[in-house]
């Protein structure tokens, strides 16, 4: 997959989802489309015990991923990987080893998502994989770097907050919970298309997770 580019690799990826997601309904223990009840795994803990273990499980995991996403993106390799962020093959040209690069970046997101998907499935009595599998996830994910703020360290974890905020307010709306979102996803694209974070690094230079390289805009005085 990872020899894939752009649109080639996110549908590229979405085929490996839905051949993994046969695969998973597949499984006679599931129960097909209609899941299985968690019930008699879970019913060893009280209902608090388990809204416990979730919450610090979700913020020790985040705590820890966000860690070791900063120390890489500080380092040399995270340098290389916001190079071929920006243009393959520029980054290739100076020698930035762009295959081993994508290697890198994609298992340590497939940890994240494999750990998000877990955490997930902890707060649920049943499980239904047409839902674990849906293309919402992904919308969710691209929601939050959207309105946090493209190529930050701080905006998706903005972008998270304010997605979670909407959820818990407006998320037993329905379809229309999910039409807002969409809605507020291609306002934020217009109007604020660095997103908020982004936003408010362009204009103040506020930066409290400082990662990358900046360069000097020749005649400019000034960074981008």
């Given at each position: 997959?990872?020899?894939l580019?752009?649109?080639?690799f996110?549908i ?5 989802s ?24 879970l019913?060893?803990y009280s209902?608090?015990?388990r ?16 860690g ?12 290389s990987l ?25 298992v340590?997101?497939a940890f ?10 902890a ?10 599998f ?9 929601f ?5 703020g493209?190529?930050?360290?701080e ?10 905020f909407i ?17 507020a996803?291609i ?12 936003t ?5 230079g ?19």
């Amino acid at each position: 997959m990872i020899r894939l580019r752009g649109g080639e690799f996110a549908i590229g990826m979405w085929v490996v989802s839905e051949v993994i997601f046969r695969l998973v309904i597949l499984d006679q223990s599931i129960g097909g489309l209609t899941g299985t009840s968690l019930g008699p795994v879970l019913e060893t803990y009280s209902a608090s015990a388990r809204r416990n273990y979730n919450y610090w499980l979700a913020l020790g995991t985040a705590v820890l991923f966000l860690g070791l996403l900063f120390a890489l993106l500080r380092s040399r390799t995270g340098a290389s990987l916001q190079a071929i962020r920006d243009d393959e093959e520029a980054a290739a040209s100076v020698g930035v080893r762009v295959l081993a690069g994508k290697n890198v970046m994609f298992v340590l997101a497939a940890f994240g998502c494999a750990a998000a998907g877990t955490l997930w499935l902890a707060t649920n009595i049943t499980f239904q994989p047409d839902d674990f599998f849906g293309v919402k996830w992904t919308a969710y994910m691209l929601f939050m770097v959207l309105v946090g703020g493209l190529g930050t360290f701080e905006g998706p974890i903005l972008g998270a907050i304010v997605f979670f905020f909407i959820q818990d307010q407006w998320g037993d709306q329905g379809v229309w919970y999910l039409v807002g979102l969409g809605a507020a996803a291609i306002l934020f694209a217009l109007a604020l298309p660095r997103g908020i974070w982004g936003t408010i690094e362009e204009r103040t230079g506020l930066r409290l997770f400082p990662v990358g390289y900046r360069l000097l805009l020749a005649g400019e005085g000034r960074t981008a």
